[in-house]
């Protein structure tokens, strides 16, 4: 069976840095293309970054270009974000996961795209 399951959340101040994992199992990694989202509280969940079945053909949303980096090590399984001068406004709950098809399209934000979704894990930034 197919298990996604996200780690490294955290609390962490304003400025600082978190580095989240995603392994998953059950699948062919290296022939999904992966993707990191987030809902915080009231709002609805959206896409964050994507990244192709061989690590390249990525995507940001706007508001973490710059500080957010996306990364997989298809030989772990392991999808990362490295997230850095955090902020207040990226308190939330961060999900994996493994996309339909091997690469990310315009539409990637959209969660149809992404059949296989991890439970999560907490983001709290402080300011």
């Known amino acids: 069976q197919v298990q996604v399951v996200e780690s490294g959340g955290g609390l962490v101040q304003a400025g600082g840095s978190l580095r989240l994992s995603c392994t998953a199992s059950g699948l062919t990694f290296d022939e999904h293309a992966m993707g990191w989202f987030r809902q915080a509280p009231g709002k609805e969940r959206e896409g964050v970054s994507c990244?192709?079945?061989?690590?390249?053909?990525?995507y940001y949303t706007d508001s973490v270009k710059g500080r957010f980096t996306i990364s997989r090590d298809n030989a772990k399984n392991t999808l990362y974000l490295q997230m850095n001068n955090l902020k207040p406004e990226d308190t939330a709950m961060y999900y994996c996961?493994?996309?339909?098809?091997?690469?990310?399209?315009?539409?990637?934000?959209?969660?149809?795209?992404?059949?296989?979704w991890g439970q999560g894990t907490q983001v709290t930034v402080s300011s």
């Open positions: 996961a493994a996309g339909r098809s091997y690469y990310c399209f315009g539409s990637w934000s959209s969660q149809s795209g992404f059949g296989h």
């Open positions: 990244i192709g079945h061989r690590g390249d053909n990525d």
